[in-house]
């Protein structure tokens, strides 16, 4: 993060001695906020100063990196606390816990059922948090079934000889070990260092969770994450919160720069539709690693698409791969539909498609990824475009010769038909809303 | 950032009909006066009630009072020579629409008034000048830094000092406009607020052009960083302009209603 | 040192908004933090949670929603039985039936429903029309007089019949005035001013901003969301400090991950936990981002949201 000029000049010793070569002290601290000219030009500057700067010019909130090989994964490291404002960066990642009571392999093998391909996105619960209750050997063994599976580990446990025979197991694949607080941090900060791995600090408020945080970066330790997990759902939201403002607060907290770690196992155990809806509120409100029961469709489908809504850089377009997407059990006779790669436009067009139950092709042509009159305006959906996907993708593969284009580019009708021998266009409505009625219609009156 | 901010410039003692009122205590034709520049989007009011020798307290303190009955306690800028004048409408003025400010101090014989606006949490609007007009801006910035000194140490908040670069005629000082814009753009680098008496460029010229130059400018200057200016609201073209910079700068959020709001 | 965590409270505040008569009237908006933030300040007025019928009945609902209202034979039953729903606040009647594209009933006829809900509960009420913007002018300046005495929300007045809605239910029939906008911060201002100068005071608008199903887009709603709360209290907006009310169940309940059927995806697993899961999802998310209130359909994501609630405030 850059420095102010003003947050410079306060630093400076304000006596216009000229020997840096600006006439004030203000006009270098802005030339130095500038990057025009360094710090040390200033003979003046207190080592106290440049201690201060120096802490100043760092990032607010640590990236930590997780895991190893395909299961590698960033946390933290983000700037702005709503996504208008510039983006977020690191998409929280949903954790399936486990204890040693369970049936560990079965818990698996059932949250491994959701694992789904959208937009480009692998969909499936990246991590595995490991519950240990007291009895290491136990522990260990949970662990042991949890190594090797391809997911993230984190181990909940907060008994350093637990820990340490846990950490032997699987500190290859660089698991979190989540067992920090206010009575054995020296103790665990030793493990972590020694296995190489992150360590999850807790609290039993926001104050310890603070000074045990503070204290173990004393010890020189920062590769952290914080468990935000508090006694009710009330104090989580509200340490989950205020942790990340403090770190990316104008003037920012570095005690509190580190990802997140968020219990719904504790917070609403057994509760899968509270599960999902807090879920919900800390994939917007600051959680980077979120705990649940298991995952399943009920689950995932919700949450993976609220995630990847909500982390999509503001400023790029998400896209659908251009294709023929059947729909409603439509074959190679069935009518052709087209609209744009945008995949809001996508995902809303095709909604409406199922829900009129007509068996359909829909085509989807490389428009930049953008909505259909910007593409249209851009040059990107055009009579040439639409006409070239048609004959090289869609006429080896689909029989029927019926094409329907979106309403807002009704202009293009004519040179479609031009360009493309045999077929006959015809003119959707304006509004996605409006399809379901337009489709039903054209099939009563046999008309596809 | 926010909203720039229009300081009404309209009940000002140099216009006789306002100095009348002043020295009678007449209230409607202050009162008409302030209506007019709020109703057209005034959010502050200057109250230059001259140098007031003789009764400037007691006069400060029936303007202030007036104005923040009749209009909701409105926020006042308290614009006289008389320091006891203006302590004397802070110890009756209302802040619950916006802190007082005093004006003005400078970095010379007037920087008292700094220490004035520390003492009773006020904004102060800061001339970056000393003994005379400065030179350029190496000058005008170490005014301003000393300025800035005095305000920190005197445990005021940086962004309550709004300091004013002093807007140059055009007739005269065509050549030195430039330098005012890049004086803002230097305030506004180091993250500092400012304002000023900014149709004193169009000084001089035809009635029929002053609107047109002012919103030229001002627009310059909101490009600039400039935070707030000393206007005559009921100017409608530089009303229409302001509001439409802030809405480019992102200030406020665009409605297709916004110049009626 | 312990930590020093700054207030996040803001000098400007939402509009709060009576909905109802009486003692089961509610409050909505009046907070001067963000969504849930109680530990910035004390949010007076909890977001409320309410239920929606239509006036199609139950043939097209799933299984848990038709289980919850059996033995109901009428709009009077439904509705009562919408209100007794564990965790509402209030019941949302929307008149589907006069969609020309559907059945297309008479205004008069749907007036007769409106009449025999209006009669038959206590709580708040929310009238929705067809989404027929031609329709929908006619059908909720009635509704607003056949609903006179109620305090309603009239959902909505948009910017094609903001006129005549606005000024029957704002000025003429003391009902509150829902503008909607569709996901578009501009308008969204935009129609709250051109109310406004209607003569319907501020306290008598809340906003529908639209909203999309998690997953449809809805990085646009979280950020609309964000900014008009963002400019309401943090810029003093005035004409975005109206509270937010948002219709979930009609987005979460129609996209394929709550309609398609086991049949069809049976590695999807049950449907009616899928169509839970997107609608408490979806809720949850608004009210995160700054809804006052939600509009619900489903028994378990009434209860699961209103208990999410209890527990955040």
Redesign the interface.
């Known amino acids: 993060m850059a420095l102010k000029g003003l947050d410079i000049f306060k630093l400076t010793p304000k006596t216009n001695c000229k020997e840096c070569g600006s006439p004030t002290c203000m006009a270098f601290s802005m030339k130095v906020a500038q990057g025009a000219v360094d710090i040390s030009k200033c003979p003046h500057m207190s080592e106290e100063a440049m201690a201060t700067l120096s802490e100043a010019t760092a990032p607010p909130m640590k990236t930590i990196k997780v895991g190893t090989g395909d299961a590698e994964y960033t946390l933290g490291g983000e700037t702005v606390l709503a996504r208008h404002e510039k983006t977020f960066v690191s998409k929280p990642r949903f954790a399936v816990r486990v204890t040693p009571d369970m049936d560990v392999d079965a818990a698996l093998a059932e949250a491994n059922k959701v694992d789904y391909d959208r937009i480009g996105e692998r969909m499936h619960a990246e991590m595995v948090y490991v519950e240990c209750n007291g009895d290491a050997a136990a522990f260990v063994e949970a662990v042991k079934k949890v190594t090797g599976k391809g997911k993230t580990i984190v181990l909940a446990c907060k008994d350093a000889d637990a820990a340490k025979a846990a950490l032997d197991v699987c500190k290859a694949e660089k698991p979190i070990l989540n067992g920090a607080d206010a009575s054995n941090y020296e103790k665990m900060v030793e493990l972590a260092k020694e296995a190489g791995v992150v360590l999850g600090v807790s609290g039993a408020d926001i104050n310890e969770l603070y000074d045990t945080a503070a204290a173990i970066e004393k010890l020189g330790y920062k590769d952290l994450v914080l468990d935000t997990t508090g006694a009710t759902i009330k104090e989580t939201f509200a340490t989950t919160v205020q942790v990340r403002r403090a770190c990316l607060a104008k003037e920012p907290d570095r005690t509190f720069g580190y990802p997140s770690i968020v219990n719904l196992s504790k917070i609403a155990p057994n509760d899968e539709a509270m599960q999902i809806s807090l879920a919900s509120v800390f994939v917007l409100k600051y959680g980077s690693i979120i705990v649940m029961d298991t995952m399943n469709y009920a689950r995932g489908l919700a949450l993976f698409g609220l995630r990847q809504n909500v982390y999509t850089d503001p400023q790029k377009p998400m896209k659908v791969e251009p294709g023929i997407y059947p729909l409603n059990g439509g074959d190679e006779n069935s009518v052709v539909l087209t609209t744009v790669d945008f995949a809001l436009t996508y995902f809303v067009v095709s909604g409406e498609l199922e829900r009129s139950g007509v068996p359909c092709n829909l085509v989807i042509s490389d428009a930049g990824g953008l909505s259909v009159l910007t593409a249209w305006a851009a040059g990107k959906l055009s009579s040439t475009s639409v006409s070239k996907f048609i004959k090289e993708e869609v006429e080896p593969k689909v029989k029927s010769r019926k094409l329907i284009i979106p309403g807002k580019v009704a202009v293009l009708k004519g040179d479609i038909e031009a360009k493309l021998e045999g077929w006959q266009v015809i003119v959707a409505p304006n509004e996605a809303v409006q399809l379901v009625k337009f489709l039903k219609d054209l099939q009563a009156s046999g008309e596809i | 950032m926010?909203?720039f901010v229009v300081i009404g410039e309209r009940l000002s003692a140099t216009a006789p009909s306002v100095n009348k009122a002043f020295t009678e205590r007449d209230p409607q034709p202050i009162i008409q006066r302030a209506k007019q520049q709020l109703d057209a989007g005034a959010y502050y009011l200057d109250v230059n009630i001259g140098p007031a020798e003789n009764d400037g307290p007691e006069l400060m303190k029936w303007a202030v009072q007036l104005l923040q009955s009749e209009f909701d306690n409105v926020p006042l800028a308290l614009d006289t020579a008389n320091k006891a004048a203006i302590e004397a409408g802070i110890s009756v003025y209302n802040r619950s629409k916006g802190k007082p400010i005093v004006n003005s101090a400078d970095a010379a014989g007037r920087i008292e008034y700094i220490d004035l606006a520390a003492a009773n949490d006020a904004i102060v609007i800061a001339l970056c000048n000393g003994e005379g007009i400065a030179k350029d801006n190496?000058e005008r910035?170490?005014y301003?830094?000393t300025m800035?000194?005095r305000g920190?140490e005197h445990g005021m908040d940086?962004s309550d000092l709004w300091f004013d670069p002093l807007f140059l005629v055009i007739k005269g000082m065509q050549d030195k406009q430039m330098q005012i814009l890049e004086c803002i753009k230097?305030l506004s680098?180091?993250?500092?607020n400012s304002t000023g008496g900014l149709s004193n460029n169009s000084n001089g010229m035809p009635k029929h052009i002053r609107p047109i130059m002012d919103s030229a400018m001002v627009a310059m200057c909101m490009m600039c960083g400039l935070t707030s200016a000393i206007v005559n609201p009921n100017d409608l073209r530089l009303m229409e302009t302001i509001k439409s910079c802030d809405i480019i700068k992102d200030?406020?959020?665009?409605?297709?209603?916004y110049l009626?709001? | 040192m312990p930590f020093n965590g700054k207030s996040g409270k803001f000098n400007a505040s939402i509009n709060a908004v009576e909905v109802g008569c009486g003692e089961k009237a509610i409050k909505l908006g009046g907070e001067n933090v963000l969504p849930f933030y109680t530990f910035d300040a004390p949010i007076e007025n909890s977001p409320k949670v309410g239920v929606m019928i239509s006036d199609l009945g139950l043939e097209n609902e799933p299984a848990g929603v038709k289980a919850y209202y059996e033995g109901c034979t009428t709009m009077a039953d439904i509705a009562k039985k919408a209100a007794a729903m564990p965790g509402a606040d209030f019941v949302c009647l929307k008149l589907e039936s006069a969609d020309p594209n559907g059945q297309d009933k008479s205004v008069e006829d749907c007036m007769a429903v409106v009449k025999e809900v209006v009669d038959a509960i206590d709580v708040p009420l929310v009238i929705a029309g067809c989404k027929n913007v031609a329709k929908d002018a006619d059908l909720l300046t009635k509704a607003s007089e056949v609903a006179q005495g109620k305090n309603a929300i009239i959902l909505s007045a948009k910017e094609e019949d903001y006129k005549g809605i606005g000024a029957a239910a704002g000025l003429a029939y003391n009902q509150k005035v829902g503008a909607e906008s569709a996901v578009d911060i501009n308008l969204a201002k935009q129609l709250n001013v051109l109310i406004s100068q209607l003569g319907v005071a501020p306290s008598n608008i809340v906003m529908n901003v639209g909203t999309a199903a998690v997953g449809y887009g809805f990085e646009y709603v979280v950020s609309t969301m964000d900014r008009i709360k963002a400019a309401a209290l943090s810029q003093d907006d005035k004409q975005l400090q109206m509270p937010i009310i948002t219709p979930v169940a009609d987005e979460a309940w129609n996209v394929k991950e709550a309609m398609a059927s086991e049949e069809d995806m049976p590695e999807w697993g049950d449907q009616e936990a899928r169509g839970v899961g997107m609608e408490v999802s979806t809720a949850a998310s608004v009210l995160a981002s700054g809804s006052n209130a939600v509009i619900l359909k489903h028994p378990t994501s009434v209860a699961t949201i209103s208990k999410m609630i209890k527990e955040l405030m």
């Open positions: 926010g909203k190496d910035m170490m301003c830094q800035l000194e920190l940086a230097m680098d180091m993250e500092l200030n406020t959020l665009y409605a297709d209603s009626e709001i």
